[in-house]
């Protein structure tokens, strides 16, 4: 999905950085790609043998190719993985500047303001079987008081969850915690994996809607 900023920030030094980070982002996945397709085009994976029963190496593939491709990929998961963390932090920078943690920038670490000052800023209209929204236990109807970094400030406008979806394919394999609000006023926090081939759409399989009291 393309990266937009609220019109408010779209100048700002922060949200800058996070077009910096996007980018290179965007450039390792790319790369990534790349190297997957050359063990597609040798019919392997990352864990097909290289060698024959007898023990020999495999005279119908491009051993070197493979083995190279094999490397850098495990290189850009890794390299993917810690941008990943700075991207996170970066956009609570962007969005709430008052949740940013230097010290701490996995997305567990995000801080989250005080429970009695959080209101709710979006409404889950369906959860979809099997799909990483229903495994971290959300339901139908809950109110979303904060994901990750974002609280109902995070939004410029009522009517779009934009950082919301921004966060979300940001942090695609990596933990978010939430905090939702139940119609028996219970509050409860959830972990979600954001996660493709779970066998559905979207990376929660989830439909949230904006909420306004």
């Not at 990266?3 to 922060?14: C, D, G, H, K, Y």
């Not at 290289?50 to 495990?74: N, S, T």
């Not at 995070?154 to 978010?176: G, I």
Request: aromatic share 6%.
């Amino acid at each position: 999905m393309g990266f937009t900023l609220p019109p408010r920030m779209n100048n700002s030094a922060p949200a800058d950085h996070v077009r910096s980070l996007m980018a290179r982002k965007d450039a390792l996945e790319d790369q990534l790609e790349t190297q997957l397709e050359i063990l597609q085009s040798h019919s392997v994976t990352m864990d097909t043998p290289l060698v024959d029963a007898e023990g020999f190496p495999r005279a119908d593939i491009d051993i070197w190719a493979v083995r190279h491709a094999r490397v850098r990929i495990i290189e850009l998961r890794n390299d993917l993985k810690a941008l990943m963390d700075k991207i996170m932090v970066a956009l609570q920078d962007v969005y709430d500047p008052s949740t940013v943690s230097r010290e701490q920038p996995s997305a567990t670490a995000a801080s989250f303001t005080s429970g009695a000052s959080l209101e709710p800023f979006a409404r889950v209209d369906g959860v979809a079987p099997g799909s990483p929204a229903a495994s971290a236990g959300l339901l139908r109807e809950d109110l979303i008081l904060s994901f990750g970094p974002l609280d109902k400030s995070s939004f410029p406008t009522s009517s779009s969850l934009q950082p919301l979806a921004e966060l979300v394919a940001a942090q695609e394999n990596n933990e978010v915690v939430i905090e939702v609000l139940r119609s028996n006023d219970q509050r409860t926090r959830l972990t979600f994996i954001p996660r493709r081939g779970w066998g559905g759409r979207g990376l929660l399989g989830c439909h949230l809607v904006p909420y306004t009291a």
